[in-house]
């Protein structure tokens, strides 16, 4: 009755119904590879055939060895080299497709995993480490992708092993299919304590590997600070304790296994010596002769094989279904809407300008960031926003970039007869210098031909030119096929600037977003390159900036004042070109 009442339990409070779930979205997203899944379990069936007739010829063999029968014993002892090496080979040829369709599931599911990740709305996807979503795009995939092949064919394959086993055992010899079968009962209840633990074991250690590699990924990001800042030892010490927590949790689901496999092997061990001496008493009865005997035996063997690796396919499926969970709670997330590339494209045909109206925006868990903004900045303008740290410029241009949705009012491009508002779709109309000069690891010229993969060797160095980075370009040993180290280590904060202009120029945009921009440059550099892009033709330029120096070439000038926008007279901005 206690059984009843746990499995209601179970069937009621969601578990069930969640790994069912967890399961069907595995299949979904790999329903590409059913006649792959199907081969495999044909194979797998067709090796547990061999091997159950091996068994019943080596039967034979043994007992024309006793009757000393010459030929059957050279006739036989063919058919069951043969049949080995048959196994063999089909065991190998099983291994080697199982590894390349597990590489090509792997790899398809984590191009899945990856674009879902790059294309869900940024705002969202800021609520997980990006160690976490590395854990999760590698160790979470290769779980899911292996499990394909390893859980639902091996369930089949193994149940079909058991039962072909078992059948033949009951022919010869019923009793000794019930010894056989004590296994089942036994083994069932030695693996319950860790069936009931295995999930949120999962779960936990699933958790702090994430953690683990949040750590890492974030220290080597940082390494040049850390060690700038003598935190080695502070980073250290947050990796011990991580690793303790990791440590203390797979040793308790380490003493768990070790206990239910020990409980496991025990019962095997019994069953197979109780098989054992059933087959000696009949042997010596005389019910049997000498190759049954070893058929029971190695029958029995494959019995328990089969059930043990039925059980252990529970911590094996608790261990993906945790990882799907882990993936799904990602898909989950909104996706960034894409629903006006066409109007976005037609905007191309034409100047655009750009209008935000009673536009106010706050974030999750934050308070109101801009208020009841009103701006339009009509085409090839050039304005400017100043405004303190923290006052809402970098976020102001995340909504102007699609990355942000505002909270309140509208904002929209403006052009051809159309009004499209700012989101994803628009993207590909603004050309982003960001404040941190995100510089990719490869070349000069693979880093600039992201934005524009048909970009000759002479437009790149225009749109150097441009960004006066040509002469640092031009004097490295390989000019813009010479390698930049990840995050541009390998050159200064400025040159690293200048390149991510440059960038920004070469994707021909029409609008260009400058987020502090020139933060690195001297001011003779500095006014060089706004004034470059100042002659940029049909080039509509908004420049976020702590700098007076670059407030004079601006067309208007705003400020962001207690979260709203507000336009500088010209006694103002003469006072801030003072200082």
């Known amino acids: ?56 010829l080596s039967k034979r063999l043994i007992n024309y060895i006793i009757a000393r029968e010459g030929w059957y014993v050279l006739e036989n002892g063919i058919y069951v080299v043969l049949l080995s090496v048959t196994g063999i080979v089909l065991n190998a040829c099983v291994s080697r497709y199982t590894a390349k369709i597990n590489l090509r599931i792997s790899n398809e599911l984590r191009a ?41 064919p091996t369930l089949i394959i193994k149940l079909v092993q058991f039962l072909a086993s078992l059948a033949v055992i009951v022919y010869y010899d019923p009793t000794m299919a019930l010894i056989a079968l004590l296994t089942a009962p036994l083994s069932v209840v030695a693996a319950g304590p860790l069936m009931r633990k295995m999930r ?41 304790q991580v690793q303790d927590i990791y440590y203390r ?11 239910n496999s020990s409980v496991l092997s025990t019962v095997g061990m019994l069953v197979s010596y109780l098989c054992l001496g059933w087959g000696a008493f009949r042997l010596w009865d005389g019910r049997i002769d000498f190759g049954t005997m070893v058929l029971f035996i190695q029958l029995a063997g494959y ?16 261990e993906c279904t945790v990882s799907a ?97 700012l989101s994803p779709s628009t993207r590909s109309l603004f050309a982003y210098v960001p404040q941190d000069n995100v510089i990719f690891s490869g070349t000069i010229a693979e880093t600039l031909r992201l934005v524009r993969p048909v970009a000759t060797d002479e437009e790149i160095y225009a749109a150097l030119r441009t960004a006066c980075a040509e002469d640092f370009v031009r004097a490295l040993p390989k000019g813009i096929y010479s390698t930049v180290s990840e995050r541009g280590s390998s050159l200064s904060v400025g040159q690293n600037q200048r390149l991510a202009i440059a960038r920004a120029i070469l994707t021909d945009a029409p609008i260009l977003l400058l987020d502090e921009a020139t933060s690195a440059l001297d001011l003779e550099t500095e006014e060089k390159v706004l004034e470059n892009i100042a002659a940029l033709t049909n080039k509509t330029c ?8 670059v407030l004079r070439l601006c067309s208007r000038v705003f400020r962001i004042r207690k979260r709203r926008l507000e336009p500088l007279s010209a006694a103002d901005l003469s006072k801030l070109q003072r200082l």
């Open 542 to 549: 908004l420049i976020s900036t702590h700098r007076p120096s």
């Open 249 to 259: 949790t797979s040793m308790d689901f380490n003493r768990f296994s070790v206990l």
């Open 112 to 152: 899945e995993v990856f674009g879902t990740f790059m294309n869900t709305d940024w705002q969202s996807l800021q609520q997980y480490h990006s160690g976490d979503l590395l854990s999760r795009i590698n160790t979470d995939v290769t779980n899911v992708a292996s499990s394909v092949l390893g859980w639902v």
């Open 325 to 421: 969970q882990r993936i799904m709670a990602i898909f989950d997330l909104p996706r960034e809407k894409l629903d006006h590339l066409e109007e976005a494209e037609a905007l191309r045909q034409g100047p655009i300008s750009l209008h935000l109206e009673n536009l106010s925006f706050a974030y999750r868990t934050r308070a109101c960031v801009l208020e009841e903004l009103d701006l339009t900045v009509a085409p090839n303008e050039t304005i400017a926003v100043v405004g303190p740290s923290g006052s809402g410029k970098t976020t102001l241009f995340r909504i102007l970039l699609g990355l942000l949705a505002p909270t309140g009012g509208t904002a929209e491009l403006v052009g051809s007869g159309l009004r499209v508002p």
């Open 1 to 56: 009755m206690e059984l009843f009442k746990k499995v209601h339990q179970r069937l009621h409070d969601g578990s069930v119904r969640e790994v069912i779930r967890e399961t069907r979205w595995i299949y979904h997203h790999t329903r590409a590879y059913r006649k792959a899944i199907l081969l495999f379990t044909l194979l797998g069936l067709l090796t547990t055939g061999l091997t159950l007739t091996t068994a019943l």
């Open 200 to 240: 949120s074991y999962n779960k936990e250690i699933r958790d702090v590997n994430s953690r683990m590699m949040s750590l890492h990924e974030e220290a080597f990001q940082n390494a040049q600070s850390i060690k700038a800042f003598n935190l080695v030892g502070a980073f250290r010490s947050r990796l011990e």
């Open 303 to 318: 019995l328990s094989s089969a059930l043990t690796s039925l059980i252990k396919l529970v911590p094996s499926a608790i």
